[in-house]
């Protein structure tokens, strides 16, 4: 018979042997005579600068985006004391401010001009939920190309669920060409 202190207990550990200790060391943002990272962020409260991981929660001032467990979301109930909250400008806001391109989708076809109202409205509908889930994902602007459109957004990831939708409910044929580096093009087109 096995004593009871070496038998193996919950998840394999063994009673009586001491759990392993493990040691973490903080990291800096960044050291000392460098550039910050680009994700790290600078709150001026008007008398101090720290930084945003340190700050806990800030809102964006542009689009009310709200800072909160390093990271950035649309909460459905926004925190009480919202107005009081540090004012910074999201990610989002400065992709979509330098107009950085992150994905282009390419639409073309005869189903194209028929059916482009509804076609734009699918395109907004995709976007607008994305942009809830992510507020990095947004669109950049649409443009003619002849008998075509591109529409420009500013995360990958948004470019291919634009064009995985327009493919569910259009159908037609679909093409993702998958890069290391930015942008990411999509083409849909329907005859």
């Keep these: 018979m096995v004593p009871m202190s070496s038998r193996p207990g919950r998840r394999g550990r063994v009673h009586g042997v001491p ?3 493990t040691q973490t060391a903080s990291v800096p943002l960044h050291s000392p005579g460098s550039q910050p990272s680009p994700r790290s962020y600078r709150i001026d409260d008007g008398l101090i600068a720290r930084d945003l991981h340190t700050a806990g929660e800030a809102v964006c001032g542009q689009c009310k985006a709200v800072y909160h467990g390093k990271r950035w979301s649309y909460p459905p109930r926004p925190p009480a004391r919202l107005k009081q909250l540090p004012r910074v400008e999201c990610p989002g806001c400065r992709l979509e401010r330098e107009g950085k391109v992150g994905g282009i989708v390419r639409l073309s ?20 939920r994305e942009r809830l889930r992510n507020p990095m994902a947004r669109l950049l602007k649409l443009e003619r190309n002849g008998a075509g459109l591109s529409v420009f957004t ?14 569910h409910a259009n159908r037609g044929s679909l093409k993702i060409h998958w890069t290391d580096h930015d942008p990411l093009r999509v083409e849909w087109s329907r005859t």
């Design 154 to 167: 500013t995360h990958r990831t948004l470019a291919v669920l634009l064009g995985k939708g327009l493919h």
């Design 109 to 128: 076809g005869e189903f194209l001009p028929v059916h482009e109202v509804n076609i734009l409205s699918q395109i907004r509908r995709i976007a607008q």
């Design 19 to 21: 759990k392993l200790q």
